[in-house]
């Protein structure tokens, strides 16, 4: 017992435990980081730009393909070739996953749906009462009104102004003697167009890739065949006609919304909204280029004030946050 008592007497004593040391805070981004971090935001803003403006090139050339289906067709049934042929394309490239979904994103694809195939119906309807100069330039009201309403800065108004200017001064020429119809559809259109660009930033927002588009444009194609078949009939058949719609779908459907669905993860609705103004200005561009129509000063003035609008509401938003 002695012995063992002298044993355990002779252990060394416990070594002191160590105080706790305390985690450093957050180390402050470097310069150089920061700088990285600006230079890639600023990457990301100029790609999205270039998303729009190729969109809307497209878009041009899918009109000018659709003039030629309305004596075909009619104007809903070249709707319903756009919008099927758009939606098959749509979900064979994307194979959108149908499940773990909740009811949000599918209210969203439900009303994205509706934008859509109301959005075209009636842009449709109304060129084929109104030149499509001025019906352009009216169906732009709805995103100038989006821009000036989620404006969140001073200066987004000047580019708003200049925007309205230019789409204004650009379509003077067919503001007269309008068919009130055709001027109310292409108002209500632009009405849609600017539900379309809040609907499509938040489709982007809950599904991955263009998977929201391709859901909301099978949406839209259901509910535009009642309509297409009823008026169109047997025409939406003719492989001349179905070609011409899948030309039309490819280029005024599948490839802007998409490039548009992608732009709107980076580029503010508001900044968005305005340089959808290059809407008309395009299409002025294309008919001198491709019709040989001629452009007079007051056109030259009005697509530089809609190009200048576009760009000052991008770099006003460029400062992080809405416009």
């Known amino acids: 017992m002695n012995e063992s008592r002298h044993e355990s007497s002779s252990l060394p004593p416990a070594p002191p435990v160590p105080e706790p040391v305390p985690s450093p805070g957050p180390v402050p981004a470097s310069p150089e980081v920061r700088a990285a971090e600006r230079d890639a ?10 998303l729009v403006i190729g969109g809307i090139i497209s878009l041009q050339f899918g009109a000018s393909v659709a003039v030629l289906l309305f004596p075909r067709a009619g104007a809903l049934g070249v709707v319903t070739l756009r919008l099927v042929v758009a939606a098959l394309v749509l979900m064979t490239v994307c194979r959108p996953r149908m499940r773990g979904h909740t009811r949000g994103d599918w209210a969203t694809v439900l009303a994205f749906g509706v934008a859509l195939v109301a959005m075209n119906s009636l842009f449709y309807e109304a060129i084929d009462r109104i030149p499509l100069g001025a019906a352009v330039t009216l169906e ?15 200066l987004s108004l000047l580019w708003a102004s200049l925007a309205l200017g230019g789409v204004a001064l650009l379509g003077r020429e067919g503001f007269d003697g309008l068919d009130p119809l055709g001027a109310g559809l292409a108002l209500a259109a632009g009405a849609l167009w600017a539900a379309y660009i809040l609907l499509s930033s938040r489709a982007g927002q809950r599904f991955p ?11 839209a194609a259901v509910l535009s ?18 070609g011409l719609g899948a030309a039309v779908a490819l280029l005024s459907s599948v ?9 709107l993860r980076k580029l503010p609705a508001s900044g968005f909204a305005v340089m959808m103004s290059l ?30 609008a576009s760009v000052g509401a991008v770099r006003s938003t460029s400062g992080g946050g809405k416009s």
């Open 279 to 308: 809407e008309p200005a395009a299409g002025a561009l294309a008919g001198f280029l491709v019709l040989h129509q001629s452009l007079g000063w007051a056109e030259t003035v009005a697509i530089g004030l809609v190009v200048l």
């Open 140 to 154: 732009f009201m709805g995103p100038l009104v989006l821009s000036v309403v989620t404006a969140r800065r001073a």
């Open 255 to 263: 490839t802007p919304y998409t490039l548009e669905l992608l732009a």
């Open 209 to 219: 890739q263009a998977d929201g588009l391709a859901l909301a444009m099978s949406v």
């Open 225 to 242: 065949l009642p309509l297409g078949i009823a008026i169109a009939g047997t025409a939406l058949l003719d492989p001349v006609t179905i």
């Open 41 to 50: 935001a600023a990457g990301g803003r100029l790609t999205s730009v270039a």
